[in-house]
């Protein structure tokens, strides 16, 4: 396993691998590594000669100080983690320093108006940031496919609009979401939740098959104000959002459409703690 | 005065002056160096200690290849130009290759939908092009002031957002449409016109003045048809479009609202030759 802590380091070894022409896998992480991270990185491992594997948490793409300071960051149990999975891996964990050289802005890209939607719409600023880290990696890393977890589905449809809209030449691999046993979705995040929390917080993807199963004989309107009344009843956790939207635009819809592909997005807080999950409707 | 053609020898010669704290004029231009220019350099030169003038053809802007292949490259006639306003002028006049390092891509920034009016459907890629060298030009220049005309409106508009949305460190600052004697707006394109073409090309700016005449008892609606009318009767001239829009959105509108401003936007073809204008409704 190479670890590399600077990507002029990092870039000079990817040198000798750009040349040979083979493929390099690239899973771009937050840390905190968890099954859900994993699976990506065992995907990756299926199609390619090199998997790269970035840990680097982005300050730009938080809105929320608090939520960046708690963030959890592990290194040492993530690298030891990527390892019983893929001892071949090469590891790279910048600092904020070396990726953003003294300026930690973000670009806005064109996103034609899903940057606007939900996750967007909560979290300002959030997707800029998003996509100026990815494009960074990408420019540095050089992949030939990049992995991304449907847990975050609208950041993955940010980062396949970024790749559209900009040419870059990768391939945007989205991976299906890694549940708990209780089918709370696999998230950094939940390393935060009280025992107590985590097991209330099973009610997040229980409310999307509800959701689903509900979808086709009601409409998203009325889908959707069940929900929210359902969620008025709970003490411990508030519900952000929640919405019915179709899969490439992600406007909220009303009634099915055929061809079209929908999901049911939800974001709640628990103990101050933000979750997101989302469900095909298909 | 200063030329440089590489923006590294460039950019060791400003940190002498980034660190001195002065006011840097930026007028960005391809060239072809006509009065529009010299008063935009006239103006920088008012309000800074420093001016930098580029001069680069950029190709990414050019949906038309035909259109790069013929636009007037005329380096030792612009410098000429250029000393007569400002013998102290430092000139920018970099390669393709020095400015793009072998990737002519161009990025998608988000100009919250701007970029989809007028110039931007007629021209695909245009202002992604637009926006991708002048963040270039911005990153190696860092001027306090840059200067843009007012004859590509939408092109000043789109770089206003760019700033915004970027948060980058410059002052934007439009400046009129200088006009030929007969009224025709000053463009490096208009080098391209035969004698004849440039008196009829005339009738461009004289359809301005009648729409903004008009604007105000008819609708944009009217106006728009009439002048679409009355190109028709035009055999040496095509219009592309004429419209009436709000001059920060540039969304076509169609009666005058208190508080808001607007402009007629026109594009003709003479001879092959693509022409634009506009002017103020207010």
Known sequence: MQIFKEKALLTA??????????AIGFIPT???????????????????????????????????????EKYPRTLERDIEKIKTVCPGCIVFAPSVDDIYEGKTNSISFNYDGIENEMEGKHRPGHFDGVGTIVKKLFEIVQPTNA????????????????VSKNNLKVNIVGCPIFREENGLAMSSRN???????????????????????????????????????SFKKNKNITLEYFEIAEETTLKTCNRK????????????????????????LN
């Not at 991270?37 to 608090?66: E, G, R, W």
Request: hydrophobic share 35%; glycine share 4%.
């Open 13 to 22: 070894y990817l040198k000798t691998i750009w040349d040979k022409n083979c």
């Open 30 to 68: 937050m840390g905190a590594l968890h099954q859900g991270h994993l699976s990506l990185i065992k995907k990756s491992i299926l199609n390619n000669d090199y998997n790269v594997v970035s840990i680097f948490v982005n300050p730009t793409q938080f809105n929320n100080s608090q939520d960046l």
């Open 147 to 162: 992995y991304f977890g449907e847990k975050d589905f609208q950041q993955l449809q940010i980062v396949k609009k970024l």
């Open 191 to 229: 390393e935060r939740l009280s025992k107590t929390d985590r097991e209330e917080a099973s009610i997040i993807y229980k409310t999307l098959v509800t959701a689903k199963e509900k979808f086709g004989t009601k409409s998203a309107k009325e889908v959707t104000k069940w929900i929210e009344n």
């Open 257 to 280: 459409s055929k061809n079209k592909k929908y999901r049911a997005f939800i974001a709640v807080f628990i103990d101050n703690i933000r979750l997101i999950d989302n469900i095909s």
